[in-house]
Structure formats: C-alpha cells, structure tokens
C-alpha cells in the first residue's frame, strides 16, 4: 500500500456569518482560482488584507475595496453584532471594477479564471477565525529557534505549503494522483503545523480527516484509524476510496496528537492519540517467533499472506514515535516495537550487499529470515521512494532520543550513497539492492531524506547535498514542480531540524 498520496478538490467552509457585501464580494472573486479563491473561502472579512500579498493587482482590488466598501459602510465584523449595514449598497461598481481586475490577475499569475468542479459531498468544518497571512508568516518564523538553519526558508514554505496544497477545509491535496488525498498527507501536514506552531492549520487538517477517513462497516465506524485513500471513486462520486489503513500515516498523526496536547494544552488531542494507540496496536501489530511483536504496514488480511509470513516496510518504523507513544499509553508494550524496528533495518539492509534498506521485505516467521518480495507482488524490495523515509525517521530518534543504534546505522547504511556522491555528485532516484542505478532521474525528496541523516553523522556531506542539490530546487515557496506533494513534504520535513521541536514536548511531565 503506497501512501505517497492523492487529492482533490473540496468545498471550503468555514465559520459563516458575513455580511451581504461580503457574500458578494466572495461570489465575484471566486471566479479566480488559487489564492483568491482559498483567501475566502472561510468567509472571514479579515482574510481579504491576505489574499496573495505579494499579489500587486489583487493589493489594489483591496484598496479598492477599502475606499468604496468599508469605508462608508462601515466595519463587517461589527455587522455581525448590530445587523444594521445597509445592503449591496455598492456592489455594481464593484462587479465593475472587479471583473477587469481579476481577469488581469489570472493572465499574469497563471490561474485559471474559471473555478474548479468542487465535490457535492464534502463535508463543512467550522473552525475559529485564523488569523491574517502576514500575521502568520511573523508567527511560523517565530515559532522556530533563531540557532535553526533555513529557518525563513522554512516559514516561507510552509506557508506556501498551505496556500498551494491545503484546501480552505482541512484537505490536503497530491496534485499528482488525480487530486485524491491520503491519510499520510494529512498525517504530515498535522505534524508540520505541531513543528512551526500553526494550531489552526492542525485542527483543521485534523478535523477534516476525522470527518472524512473514518473506516465504516454496515454504516458504522469500524475503529478510530483513518482509510488511507479519498477521491473521486469511479462513478464520480468523491469519498473514501480505499478502506484499509496504512501505519505510517496513522502514527504520525498519533505523534503529532501527543505533541499538540503538549503544544497547545489541549488535552482533548491527547485523548483522541490514546483511542489510536489502542485500535493501531490491535490491528497493525503481529506476533512472530519467540513472541516478538512487528509493525505492519496495515491490516493483516493485507500484510500477512500466509501463516508464515509477514510484508513489512523499513519506512514505516518509527522507534522515536514509539518511545512517545509508551509515554501517554501504558498498557502496551511500546518500546517493544523499538526493538524489533531496529532488528527489522539491521537484518534486512543485509539483503543489499551495499547495505541499502528497501521500500517492502517480507519475514519468515519461522526462521526470523528477510527476503526479497515475490516477483507476483505489485510491490518492491528496491532502494526507492518510500525507503528514503528511513533517514528521516531514524535521524529522528537519534536527535531525539540519542538511540546509539539509530547512529550506528545511519552511518553504515548510507556509506554507499556516499560513495556515489563522491564519484558522481549526484544519486539515482531508485537503486536496487545490488547497487545498480535503475533510471537516470534524481528525486529532491532522497536528497532532503539523506540530508536529515547526513546532518547527525556526516555534516560535511549534509552540507553539500543542501547547497548543490536541495536550495537549487527551491523557488518562490516550492520545491521544483508546483504540483509535487510528495517532495514538498520530504524536502520540508528533511530540512527542519530536529532541535525545532521543544525539548520540553518529547516528554511527560
């Protein structure tokens, strides 16, 4: 099951309750896509000073607005107190004025004019009035410690992160798999927002998950995991696509649960990741040989072909997320997975003789053996995209939790990568596990992957897959194709430096 992702595009809501003016005003901008279009959906009069600042045109379309609109009007929000605003008083010039403006705008910003089929069925989501752009873009760089490296780079892109591929509601959208959205995305961009303190983003993009993930049987919720596929389902309808689950996206929503708890101190969230804890160990969990308990990918009837037998994916183990979740849950034996996610990345890294982990292995249970997946399965044990989320999650309980098997292997495990670098200044996007180079492409997400790594045990090196090979792709808020959801959360999470999460967050007090 490849979580690397899906969307679509949904209906934005939003708390309502904004005067006639403004309703109008929202029925000709929506005309535009992009910015606009997102700038206000929620309804918020104050989310009109934000729309696409750097935007000239659409700075003077708000003067306007101010001159001929508020002005004389006076202040929508105290409308919503004293209902007394006369209505549409202007709303001819403005359709006047507008129409020319925002036909500009999309010619030279590169936006359609036209809007986008927005799904029938997508569900509203109420949150509170975020606040403006500029105003958040001073609150993510604030959030991040002054020591961190490419700390503006990092607000900026998380900023454009959310103007570009999260809906007005909540939905992240991978433009690059038929506009469907997955568990992982949102999983990601929840622990993102914990990252750079974005609270509002967080429960939106949680809300919409819980709203619209839930796993169903007979029409009621099966448990409290999330199917890790939405879109448009063959007969156009939009919804859950696919019911099973996938781990990774589930315990990086658990982990960004317990930290925004922490974060925000709202204990209600860590209340929600206890609920998870429960259902994630009883059904993504199995037990082998001499008691050992493994980490699936997902549901057993997926991952356990035969009795003897289990599929499992390096990418998915997260010991650092293990030792959190035996923090908040005592009734588990977290730090169990700890050690089987360590025996999981030593044992089968032996199946390349250059020491590569592989996006699938399968075990055998009665001898405790790794082996390559049948050539029959329609998933691979190759070097790849999913493999390169080892770095990162290992690098991870090394910063965190200075495991001395997460450096031993970082160091050991990305000697050949090194070697290639040193030889070629550059690295293949998939590699088998012979070492041999299978396309000619690069991927920005294995660079930012690798630098993660890189950066705890050969800074060096980090230091020159960052300069050569990561800023280069960075423009303007993104990282090479504006439609890549996969490499704009690779290369953000990569970049970020561990020590951006609070100590005081990675434990109970």
Not at 44 to 58: E, F, P, Q, R, V
Request: aromatic share 12%; net charge positive; with cysteine.
């Amino acid at each position: 099951m490849n979580v690397a992702n899906e969307e679509a595009e949904g209906q934005g809501a939003g708390s309502r309750g904004d005067c006639d003016e403004i309703t109008g005003l929202k029925l000709i901008l929506n005309l535009s896509e992009g910015t606009i279009n997102k700038a206000i959906a929620t309804g918020n009069y104050t989310k009109l000073s934000s729309i696409h600042h750097d935007a000239w045109i659409i700075s003077k379309l708000y003067l306007f607005i101010q001159e001929y609109f508020v002005s004389p009007l006076g202040n929508c929000r105290q409308h919503l107190v004293n209902q007394t605003v006369p209505r549409m008083r202007h709303l001819p010039q403005l359709i006047a004025i507008a129409f020319p403006i925002i036909g500009l705008y999309a010619c030279f910003s590169g936006y359609s004019a036209t809007k986008r089929q927005i799904p029938e069925t997508q569900p509203q989501v109420h949150i509170n009035q975020p606040l403006s752009d500029s105003d958040k873009s001073a609150l993510f760089l604030a959030a991040l410690p002054t020591n961190i490296k490419n700390r503006q780079l990092l607000a900026e892109s998380w900023q454009s992160y959310r103007r570009r591929f999260i809906q007005s509601d909540g939905r992240v959208i991978d433009f690059e798999a038929s506009d469907r959205s997955t568990s992982e995305g949102q999983a990601y961009a929840m622990l993102r927002a914990v990252f750079i303190n974005d609270a509002d983003t967080f429960a939106l993009t949680l809300n919409w998950s819980e709203n619209n993930l839930q796993r169903q049987q007979n029409g009621q919720r099966k448990d409290s995991l999330w199917a890790w596929k939405w879109g448009r389902n063959s007969e156009g309808k939009w919804g859950s696509i696919d019911g099973n689950f996938a781990s990774d996206g589930d315990i990086d929503a658990i982990t960004a649960l317990i930290l925004a708890s922490r974060r925000w101190e709202r204990p209600e969230y860590l209340e929600l990741a206890k609920t998870k804890l429960r259902d994630l160990w009883n059904l993504s969990t199995a037990v082998g040989t001499g008691g050992k308990r493994y980490l699936l990918p997902g549901p057993a009837s997926a991952f356990i072909p035969n009795s003897s037998t289990l599929y499992l994916n390096p990418s998915y183990l997260s010991p650092y997320a293990f030792r959190l979740f035996a923090q908040v849950d005592k009734e588990r034996n977290w730090l169990s997975l700890v050690n089987t996610s360590y025996e999981i990345l030593e044992q089968s890294t032996q199946l390349s003789p250059v020491g590569l982990p592989s996006d699938w292995v399968a075990l055998d249970i009665p001898t405790g053996k790794f082996t390559a997946l049948p050539s029959s399965s329609p998933l691979s044990t190759l070097y790849s995209f999913d493999a390169y989320r080892v770095w990162w999650r290992i690098s991870l309980d090394a910063a965190w939790f200075n495991e001395p098997k997460a450096k031993r292997y970082l160091r050991s495990s990305t000697k050949y990568l090194e070697k290639l670098w040193r030889e070629q200044s550059r690295l293949p996007a998939r590699i088998n596990l012979q070492g041999k180079s299978l396309v000619d492409y690069e991927a920005t997400s294995q660079y930012a992957m690798l630098y993660a790594a890189w950066r705890i045990v050969n800074p060096k090196l980090g230091e020159q897959v960052l300069v050569k090979k990561i800023l280069p792709q960075y423009q303007n808020g993104i990282w090479g194709d504006h439609s890549a959801y996969y490499t704009q959360n690779l290369a953000w999470l990569g970049l970020i430096s561990p020590d951006a999460m609070p100590q005081q967050l990675l434990k109970t007090k």
